[in-house]
């Protein structure tokens, strides 16, 4: 059996403005594995987001309990789940985010620095990171001297050179044309079969031949069934 990476128990959010309050996302219970491409599908404002948030570590939930490898990671200051996502998840965003002043290079090279890997060390993770996407010819490049599909494979290069146990993407194919798509997607396909956990979120049904699993979100409500089409498009 593939390992679970992450598992959700009963986990909800709510936002409270004024008197009223707001669910992102209502209690779930969810599990994340090795090996699996899943998609979290939804119209705009569905919840999907509010949910790759609290996979990634990046808020918390209001209710339920997150364990990541078993390991519960609810209760975790904000500094250690910093330190977790800096060692264990990759990140992919849809605007790349990219430092513009920095080559290729050096913006796969950042996550090793901050870890305290040494510049020689983490400069040659980078290459083979950059190569491993088909860029070894861009190491040089500023971004602004990259296409839309070169940025978005800096980027997976650069969640990659870390060596996360998971990947996590927000509509990392938005921003490209049908066939840099297409690659990219293929690109993340074989991470999976490789043995990571790789999580996407996106309105994209055109993705879902890529998918291994499908998660639905709308209004807040996870399921493995789509309600209405047209609210994708």
């Known amino acids: 059996m593939p390992e679970v990476i992450v598992r959700l128990e009963n ?38 987001t509010t949910l790759l948030s609290i996979v990634g570590s990046i ?33 992919v965003f849809q605007q790349f985010n990219l430092l513009e002043p920095l080559t290729a290079l050096e913006n796969v090279m950042q996550p090793l620095l901050l870890q305290g890997v040494s510049k020689k060390d983490a400069r040659q993770r980078a290459e083979e990171a950059l ?22 494979r800096v980027a997976i290069a650069r969640a990659l050179v870390t060596n996360p146990s998971m990947i996590l993407c927000d509509e990392p194919t938005a921003s490209l044309d049908a066939k840099s798509a297409a690659t990219i997607m293929e690109e993340l396909k074989e991470l999976a079969q490789e043995g990571k956990a790789v999580i996407i979120v996106t309105h994209d049904l055109r993705l879902r031949k890529f998918a291994d699993e499908i998660i639905y979100v709308e209004e807040g409500k996870v399921s493995n069934t789509i309600n209405n089409e047209e609210d994708y498009k």
Not at 67 to 84: G, P, V
């Open 11 to 48: 986990v909800s959010k709510t936002y409270q403005t004024a008197d009223i309050t707001i669910t992102a996302l209502d209690k779930t219970d969810l599990t994340f594995s090795a090996n699996k491409l899943t998609l979290i599908m939804g119209p705009s404002g569905s919840g999907k």
């Open 131 to 152: 190569a491993a996407v088909g860029l070894s010819d861009r190491l040089a490049n500023l971004p602004k001297k990259l296409s839309g599909g070169q940025k978005q």
């Open 59 to 91: 808020i918390y939930p209001t209710e339920g309990k997150v364990y990541y490898k078993d390991r519960e990671i609810t209760e975790l200051s904000e500094n250690k789940l910093a330190d977790l996502r800096l060692h264990e998840i990759g990140f």
